[in-house]
């Protein structure tokens, strides 16, 4: 069966390759788009180009629809067909992002609380975000960007939730390290 | 000195206490040197992901026509040739055909050569 991440029920996807048809597709967008888009954004910061990512992240879907597991999670693969294209576009462009080519963060003089950012400073955490690995992106999106429990975020990735607690104490390290050496926060 | 397992599951706990608009200071206590500082930055990713662009509806449905134009779409247009006495595949293109169209019979009942068959249909 197919678990999806999803902010509202409803009915499984019926899983096996051969019904991988029309209606499945509709429901696979159905329920797992917004989650794409958010990743796609997150990814590039770049709502346009988001969109095009996310639109070519459907093709490969359902061009490729086969390689879905049948016990895997729909949201967990539509989330790495959406990082391949994130990465394909990039070298396309060639224009990875760097840290430091992102706007300096501390050049912003209005006050602000430590859980309200300038735009500079959002832009260089989720330039920090690229630097992780695709399973730390992916647990930071689902935990944070999702907001889901952590036991929901290991069913999706098919990991325990100690190993996912793991993985999010490793993101969050690694992203203060990044943050820390830019001299951030 | 801390276990690698509990700064964890309670880096875990803060944020969840965050994310529900709770004080996760309260739940601080033994490894607050180390903690503070991931909670740091579990603020700025949680501030970053509330201002992060979500998809309207109309954004929604632009995205499905393109998606659709491209893909589902163009199958359908296939099969539909197919079933109109378009067969140029033979007997096993029609079973598949009137399978993905949801008509005569069901598609389990399509072979796998079949659908083998008609790469380019299918992608």
Request: charged share 25%; with cysteine.
């Amino acid at each position: 069966m197919v678990s999806l991440a999803v902010q509202r029920p409803g009915p499984q996807l019926s899983a096996t390759p051969e019904l991988r048809d029309n209606a499945w597709f509709s429901e696979l967008y159905e329920r797992t788009f917004d989650g794409a888009y958010r990743y796609a954004c997150m990814l590039t910061h770049d709502p346009d180009r988001a969109e095009d990512i996310v639109a070519d992240a459907y093709l490969r879907a359902w061009r490729h629809r086969s390689s879905l597991r049948a016990d895997s999670s729909a949201t967990s693969w539509i989330l790495s067909v959406t990082r391949n294209c994130v990465i394909d576009e990039i070298r396309k462009r060639k224009t990875l992002v760097n840290l430091d080519n992102v706007g300096d963060p501390e050049d912003q003089s209005d006050e602000k609380s430590p859980a309200e950012l300038t735009d500079a400073q959002r832009q260089f955490i989720q330039a920090a975000i690229q630097q992780l690995t695709p399973e730390q992106q992916r647990v930071v999106f689902l935990r944070f960007y999702q907001q889901l429990p952590h036991e929901q975020v290991a069913r999706e990735l098919g990991r325990t939730p100690n190993a996912v607690r793991a993985i999010q104490f490793r993101a969050l390290s690694q992203l203060r390290k990044l943050l820390e050496s830019a001299n951030v926060q | 000195m801390f276990s690698d397992s509990v700064v964890p599951r309670e880096l875990d706990e803060c944020i969840d206490a965050l994310m529900s608009g709770n004080d996760w200071h309260e739940l601080v206590v033994d490894n607050k040197a180390q903690l503070e500082p991931l909670m740091a930055v579990a603020e700025s990713i949680l501030d970053g992901a509330r201002h992060a662009p979500r998809p309207g509806t109309h954004g929604r449905l632009r995205m499905w026509k393109r998606v659709i134009a491209q893909g589902p779409a163009r199958l359908l247009e296939s099969v539909t040739s197919l079933v109109a006495g378009e067969d140029y595949l033979g007997g096993a293109m029609a079973r598949l055909a009137r399978a993905l169209l949801g008509c005569g019979r069901p598609p389990q009942t399509v072979s796998r050569r079949a659908i083998n068959q008609c790469p380019d249909l299918l992608c």
